[in-house]
């Protein structure tokens, strides 16, 4: 996606005049529920140019280099004096996040150690039918990734070196769900297990807590990762949500 648009970097791809990353940036820092913002690049000091070279001064944002994947470079720094408990983990391709998205995730987080943003098919596709999106296949519905996790405590650290090891297949669901025995693979691949209860058994079996939030807004599952998503994108903002 960098090379098709001209940019070194992925997160600098602009979208209706402004860099992924700016738009992710000032989301993050105009949502109530967060108070400090952590860029994770292998070269952060590299993407501090054109509008966002702005993030440079500002006292809440601070940059942190990344390992080899995404979730050994969390692990690394969630928990530590920079990045103290919880923490909100989204990516710079999340162009259309908006502190609503956040504040409603934020807010169906409860009590889990973990939780994970989604949308459910029916309300995405009733806004966008075209959207091609990777869906998790349950008996109550069929979910998409919205880039939104929650962290709260240390006990997360097992779900974290487990994300590591399948984070190539994160986007397959059986491939994940077999990681945690023969029985919920099964159920995953009769759909006689709905999400929420296959997320709290794969949770159980970590010694955490896990649940997942399924988020009101169709927008929030849309990240851009081929050119087809980032005309998605740029006709909603041009358009209006």
């Known amino acids: 996606m960098a090379e098709a648009t001209g940019q070194t970097y992925k997160a600098l791809i602009p979208v209706c005049g402004q860099s992924m990353l700016a738009r992710v940036c000032s989301t993050l820092l105009g949502s109530a529920g967060v108070a400090r913002v952590i860029i994770l690049a292998q070269e952060p000091n590299q993407l501090l140019i054109g509008d966002t070279a702005q993030l440079a001064d500002n006292p809440r944002v601070s940059l942190a280099p990344s390992g080899m994947g995404i979730a050994s470079s969390i692990a690394k720094i969630a928990g530590t004096h920079a990045a103290p408990w919880p923490v909100l983990v989204t990516t710079a391709d999340h162009a259309l996040l908006t502190s609503a998205m956040v504040e409603e995730f934020l807010g169906g987080v409860g009590e889990a150690d973990l939780a994970i943003g989604v949308g459910e098919r029916r309300i995405v596709e009733s806004a966008y039918p075209d959207t091609k999106r990777t869906w998790l296949k349950f008996s109550d519905g069929h979910y998409s990734g919205a880039n939104l996790f929650a962290l709260r405590n240390a006990q997360v650290a097992d779900a974290l070196e487990l994300w ?58 849309i990240d851009v990762d081929k050119p087809e998503d980032l005309a998605l994108v740029e006709g909603i903002l041009t358009n209006g949500r």
Request: hydrophobic letters at 45%.
């Open 164 to 221: 590591s090891g399948v984070e190539q297949d994160r986007k397959k669901s059986l491939s994940i769900m077999s990681r945690f025995g023969p029985l919920l693979l099964l159920r995953a691949l009769t759909r006689t297990i709905a999400f929420p209860e296959a997320l709290h058994h794969a949770g159980k079996r970590l010694g955490i807590v896990a649940k997942p939030v399924v988020l009101s807004q169709p927008e929030a599952v």
